[in-house]
Nanobody, 125 residues
Framework: VQLQASGGGLVQPGGSLRLSCAASGRSFSAVNAAWFRQTPGKGREFVAVIRWSDGRTRYADSVKGRFTISRDNANNTVLLQMSSLKPEDTAVYYC???????????????????WGQGTQVTVSS
């Protein structure tokens, strides 16, 4: 399974971006699909997760109310709509998926089996 992330770029504070992550390869059957982000010198930070079976979502407090994660089952794609962006949202964003873990530690990066290559989001005036 390969994950391909896209949609990053430069945006002004208060603006919006939509990230996309497409899964390809053998039949894809994820438990959870998520977005993490990372800045230089810091670890990978949880942003949002969606449970593939029923669409239940969870968000980091820092993005709640501004970001929306969704999925397109037919196209094996997960989206992250980001609004009211702030300079502190600047990071490399990674999509991830797990296929065997069903526990509550969905916010931990080490619970994910597959990762996309990362896409840069820069929020700056």
């Amino acid at each position: 399974v390969q994950l391909q992330a896209s949609g990053g770029g430069l945006v002004q504070p208060g603006g919006s971006l939509r990230l996309s992550c497409a899964a390809s390869g053998r039949s894809f059957s994820a438990v959870n699909a998520a977005w993490f982000r990372q800045t230089p010198g810091k670890g990978r930070e949880f942003v949002a997760v969606i449970r593939w079976s029923d669409g239940r979502t969870r968000y980091a407090d820092s993005v709640k109310g501004r970001f929306t994660i969704s999925r397109d089952n037919a196209n094996n794609t997960v989206l992250l709509q980001m609004s009211s962006l702030k300079p502190e949202d600047t990071a490399v964003y990674y999509c991830a998926a797990n296929v065997g873990y069903t526990g509550s530690l969905y916010f931990r990066w080490d619970k994910y089996d597959y990762w996309g290559q990362g896409t840069q989001v820069t929020v700056s005036s």
